[in-house]
């Protein structure tokens, strides 16, 4: 393997989802910010990070995102909702043989930048991680799955809101569901997913204990703009993203 081929990188496009919150029958990732598809802005940050690859997991109206999706976009099919985790599993096929490493990124968190998952992979590629998570920290952490450190400050693991205790849910520092991934470390351990938590789901998030129990190096890059990672799931949340950005998604 060559050095060359360890720092190619894919994106994976999490796009399944319907979003029941946002009302009617689009799809979540289809609705728009500043006059564009969710998913556009997503796909845009990928290409400009560098990805040479991008693959989008569609599932609801599958037919009507495909048909959004830019020239060159490969995608997968997840056909039952079944997490984050899943999604990621019914886009594996797309990444056989590949040497390199991924970002998975949620098609309704428009706001990412290029800049940041550049950050973000740089981390990645330095530190020689499995697995680096962007976190971020808000006052008001509401759902968000909390990360927690060992007493090292390294990444121990993360826990969902559902599955959190009390002591847990008091952590501020939450992962952003953006993640960098060596292709290889993410392949091998997505087949050993359970779906044994309190929603029954294949969590991606599993798959960073997966890698800590197995000795493997996750690194955090913590972003400094929590406007990016804000997601539009509900028509709120749109609005909210609307007006964090009035000149265009990532603009600085």
Not at 10 to 24: P, S, T
Not at 204 to 221: E, Q
Request: some cysteine.
């Amino acid at each position: 393997m060559t050095n060359d081929a360890k720092s190619e990188w894919a994106a994976i496009v999490l796009a399944a989802g319907r979003g029941k919150r946002m009302g009617g029958d689009r799809a979540k990732v289809l609705h728009e910010v500043a006059g564009r598809p969710m998913i556009s802005w997503v796909i845009d940050a990928a290409r400009g990070a560098g990805a040479t690859k991008v693959i989008a997991v569609v599932g609801y109206a599958k037919e009507t995102v495909i048909a959004a999706l830019p020239e060159g976009v490969d995608h997968a099919v997840q056909e039952v909702p079944q997490g984050t985790g899943d999604a990621v599993r019914a886009a594996s096929a797309h990444l056989e043989g590949w040497r390199g490493n991924v970002w998975v990124l949620c098609g309704d968190v428009p706001g990412t930048s290029a800049g940041t998952l550049r950050g973000l992979a740089d981390l990645h590629e330095q530190s020689g991680a499995a697995a680096t998570l962007l976190t971020m920290e808000l006052e008001d952490p509401k759902r968000y799955g909390r990360v927690i450190r060992d007493g090292n400050g390294r990444v121990a693991r993360i826990v969902e809101f559902a599955d959190a205790t009390d002591d847990e849910r008091a952590v501020k520092e939450l992962n952003s569901g953006t993640y960098a991934f060596s292709a290889p470390d993410l392949l091998e351990a997505l087949p050993r997913l359970s779906n044994d938590n309190a929603q029954g789901e294949y969590y991606l998030t599993d798959v960073i204990g997966i890698m800590i129990a197995d000795g493997k190096t996750v690194a955090a890059h913590k972003t400094n703009d929590p406007r990016e990672c804000m997601g539009g799931d509900t028509p709120e949340a749109l609005a909210a993203i609307e007006s964090a950005w009035p000149a265009g998604c990532g603009e600085k």
